[in-house]
Each structure stands twice: as C-alpha cells, then as structure tokens.
C-alpha cells in the first residue's frame, strides 16, 4: 500500500448508528464502529502529513545526541512506514 486517499478526512454520522470517515467530496473511507476512535481516524492523514514534516526537520537540525537523534528518526520511520505500508 503506497497510496492512500488524500485528506482531509472528516467524520459524519452515517444512516446507521456508526459513524463515517469521508474525503472532501464526500465518498466514505471508513465506517466505524468503535465510536472513540473516530476523531484519530479522521485526523490520520493531516497527523501522517505532520510526521513526515517532522522528520525532515528533525534531519536537518540534528541532535547534539546522535543516539537520541537516531533513535528518534527510527521511531518516525516506523509510524511512516506503518501508515504508507512502505518500508524505509
């Protein structure tokens, strides 16, 4: 899985008691069906976008600690990698 629908996503309620994550045009992404996981499913895309941000800074500024650096960039890498299903 290297794509995903762009964001942003937004939760409705759907026409049954469990409620939806759509895209901008409106076309359903999800239903869900565990309601307290509804708002981190549609912030998803705007937190993968933020990470991947994240990581490019966290590159360029560096670390007077190059172990918590490195260890920092490997934790990133692995969310990225988990949310794109593409291995760094």
Do not use: C, Y
Not at 16 to 45: F, K, N
Not at 60 to 69: E, K, N, P, R
């Amino acid at each position: 899985m290297t794509e995903h629908t762009n964001g942003p996503w937004r939760q409705r309620v759907g026409p049954t008691t469990h409620p939806l994550i759509e895209d901008e045009r409106g076309r359903t992404i999800a239903v869900v069906s565990v309601q307290h996981d509804v708002p981190v499913l549609a912030a998803s895309t705007d937190m993968l976008a933020v990470l991947k941000q994240a990581r490019e800074f966290i590159d360029l500024i560096g670390s007077d600690d190059d172990a918590v650096q490195i260890a920092l960039l490997a934790d990133v890498d692995r969310a990225i990698a988990r949310a794109t299903g593409v291995q760094p």
